[in-house]
Each structure stands twice: as structure tokens, then as C-alpha cells.
């Protein structure tokens, strides 16, 4: 399978950053699969975003609550991240990724760096 993230390299503070995520190789409905974002930010730990299973459930990194939304479109094979009321600190290089039944990761894209400035 691959990934492939997709997304504005540009985003203006307290806008909405959306990226989406092209999955190619299995459906994102395989039993046990779970789709997930991170990020990794200049100086920082690759830090956990959120994710999406193979249900439609999704969970939100606590920090991040109320900012964060992970939808899909199944029929195109998509997942998508979008990001609310954006400041500097969200810049990061964001990858999606499919994790296994114990959220390891199995594979990532190659990363969407994105900008929060003005």
C-alpha cells in the first residue's frame, strides 16, 4: 500500500488547514486498519494527531480537542485532516499513515510541510 498527502503548503493564522490523505493498495475499511495523522514540528517529537479506523471512529490527540476533525470519502479512498483556528505552532511536515491492529505503523506518505504565517 502507499500514501500520498495533499494539502496547501501556505495556511494564514486562524484559518482552517485541510489536508487529505490518498490511500492506494487496500481499502481504508480493512478490518483493523486504522488511518492516523501526526506531525512533526522543527525542533520537536513527532507528535500523534488523530486517527480514523476501519469503523469510522475517529480519536483526537486531548491537546488538540476542539480544533481537530479526521473525515474520509471511501468511495475515492481518501481520508482528510483538518486543522481550525491555526497559529505558527501548527507548522509541521504532516504525514498520514495506516497503523495496524495495535496502532504501529505499517506504511506513511512522504509528508506535506505546511507554513502557518502570515
Known amino acids: 500500500g502507499a500514501a500520498r498527502e495533499s494539502g496547501p503548503g501556505l495556511v494564514l493564522p486562524s484559518q482552517t488547514l485541510t489536508l487529505t490523505c490518498t490511500v492506494s493498495?487496500?481499502?481504508?475499511?480493512?478490518?483493523?486498519?486504522?488511518w492516523s495523522w501526526v506531525r512533526r514540528s522543527p525542533g520537536k517529537e513527532l507528535e500523534w494527531l488523530g486517527v480514523i479506523a476501519y469503523t469510522g471512529t475517529t480519536y483526537y490527540a486531548p491537546a488538540l480537542k476542539g480544533r481537530i476533525h479526521i473525515s474520509w470519502d471511501t468511495s475515492r479512498n481518501q481520508f482528510t485532516l483538518q486543522l481550525s483556528s491555526v497559529t505558527p505552532e501548527d507548522s509541521a511536515v504532516y504525514y498520514c499513515?495506516?497503523?495496524?491492529?495495535?496502532?504501529?505503523?505499517?506504511?506513511w506518505g512522504k509528508g506535506v510541510v505546511v507554513t502557518v504565517s502570515s
Open positions: 493498495g487496500g481499502p481504508l475499511t480493512d478490518d483493523y486498519h486504522y
Open positions: 499513515e495506516r497503523d495496524d491492529i495495535g496502532w504501529s505503523p505499517d506504511y
